[in-house]
């Protein structure tokens, strides 16, 4: 019996050892020819889209099999459009300005039966969640990265840890929307009929959703003086009608937005910025910067600014205004964030939250940063710091994959009392998150 394992250990080793080669080598031939290839081709990057909404879904399936509304899901985007009408909800500003998309979806939600209304909702929130992703691998975004970054990246965006608020909700879509955004404000024109129809819809749209394009339009107009780009002279005089309008909203509506102390200090900085976003986007849903000790979270600023500081020096030029643009944002979260009442500061309250939107921006600029260092970086000590970060971002989206189901409210009950109930009827429904604040306001037609 000995003599024949160790006959079968020697037949089976170089065996093994071969196929193993073989894997390898395969995998080699495919990154060389995603490396040399600008972009996938429209069917593939319909599968891509495909691909990325199925794994979106599959991080809280509930949100489809049980839907119900989210804060102002419910209690603002779908009430003003049910009590007030449609069309006049669309001209009525939240926080001091637009939010279109979230007004179109509760036009969508009008369309079918009050027990299914929060799924148009937040199939508006999935598209715009997954849209980025077939975007990025287009060889419009050819300069950006290369493509097996690119798809890296994409992978990492889809499964990002600590994604709660932003996750399908469609009150946060305009989020993802932004990213779709800023990857077509810096990629280059298209060249169909079809691109072009897109870009004039989406950047159209985009103005008039939320403050993101009065931060990207001077980025916009700076990559056209350097790029010399003039599809970028088009999209920004269409993204400019929107931001106009938002402007003269946020003037005339700025007093709506409660002027509360910030709480600003360095020490708090430190702690949002290595604990919130750095770590979080590490190791998923967790309030780091208020539970970890502070020189814990001054290390991982230093760290994390290390690695990003590093990459931009070295990345396109549309990477950097990508950084920029999100350096931006959450630069304009931390001087004016928008929170429920609460008596304490700003920032105590940011810090105290996890998944918190504000964080989104700035973890991209992180998670993009060690993508490219452990691929790319030259300087031995930026590498192998990448690819530990890239172990541990690992784990954490493995303990943060699946996403936590709203709590149950029993919508379908609370739905079936709303359309039984005679015409003129005031009818109102608890809401998540169940904090007692959150309810949609209803009176039956």
């Known amino acids: 019996m000995t003599t024949r394992h160790a006959v079968a250990t020697e037949v089976g080793g170089p065996s093994t050892r071969g196929a193993w080669e073989r894997v390898c080598d395969r995998a080699r031939t495919l990154l060389a020819r995603l490396s ?11 599968a891509a889209f495909i691909l990325s909404a199925a794994l979106i879904v599959l991080r809280d399936p509930s949100l489809f099999t049980n839907p119900q509304f989210w804060a102002e899901d419910g209690k603002v985007w779908y009430a003003q459009a049910y009590n007030g009408g449609w069309l006049h909800s669309l001209t009525m500003p939240l926080g001091g300005y637009l939010n279109t998309l979230q007004r179109l979806a509760a036009g969508l939600a009008l369309l079918v039966p009050f027990r299914w209304a929060p799924l148009p909702m937040a199939l508006v929130g999935l598209v715009c969640e997954a849209l980025p992703v077939p975007i990025l691998l287009s060889p419009r975004c050819r300069n950006w990265a290369p493509l097996p970054l690119r798809i890296l990246f994409a992978a990492v965006y889809i499964a990002i840890p600590d994604a709660r608020e932003i996750h399908i909700l469609c009150t946060n879509a305009h ?164 929170l429920p009442t609460t008596s304490l500061p700003l920032w105590d309250f940011m810090l105290s939250a996890s998944s918190i939107r504000y964080w989104f921006f700035p973890s991209l600029i992180f998670l993009f940063s060690i993508l490219w260092c452990m691929i790319y970086a030259r300087n031995a000590i930026m590498k192998w710091t990448a690819v530990a970060l890239a172990v ?12 936590a189901p709203l709590v149950d409210m029993h919508f379908a009950q609370q739905a079936a009392i709303f359309q039984a109930a005679p015409p003129g009827t005031h009818v109102s429904i608890p809401l998540n998150p169940p904090t007692g604040e959150w309810h949609v306001d209803l009176t039956k037609k």
């Open 392 to 403: 541990i971002l690992l784990q954490g989206i493995y303990r943060d994959w699946r996403i």
């Open 175 to 338: 989020w993802h929307l932004a990213v779709s955004e800023v990857l077509l404000a810096f990629a280059a024109a298209p060249r169909s009929l079809f691109g072009k129809v897109f870009d004039i819809c989406l950047f159209l749209l985009a103005g008039f959703c939320g403050p993101f394009g009065v931060l990207l339009l001077p980025f916009l107009f700076l990559f056209w003086l350097i790029r010399r780009q003039r599809w970028s002279l088009v999209t920004g005089g269409l993204l400019s009608i929107g931001v106009v309008v938002q402007i003269i909203f946020l003037r005339t509506f700025h007093e709506t937005r409660h002027v509360r102390p910030l709480g600003a200090s360095l020490a708090m900085f430190l702690r949002i910025l290595g604990g919130d976003v750095y770590l979080a986007a590490l190791r998923g849903s967790f309030a780091y910067g208020k539970t970890q000790p502070l020189f814990v979270c001054a290390i991982a600023s230093v760290i994390g600014l290390a690695i990003s500081i590093y990459c931009f020096r070295y990345v396109s030029l549309e990477v950097r205004l990508f950084f920029l643009y999100c350096g931006a944002i959450f630069a304009a979260s931390m001087r004016s964030p928008l």
């Open 36 to 46: 040399i290839r600008t972009g996938l081709t429209p069917l593939w990057l319909a």
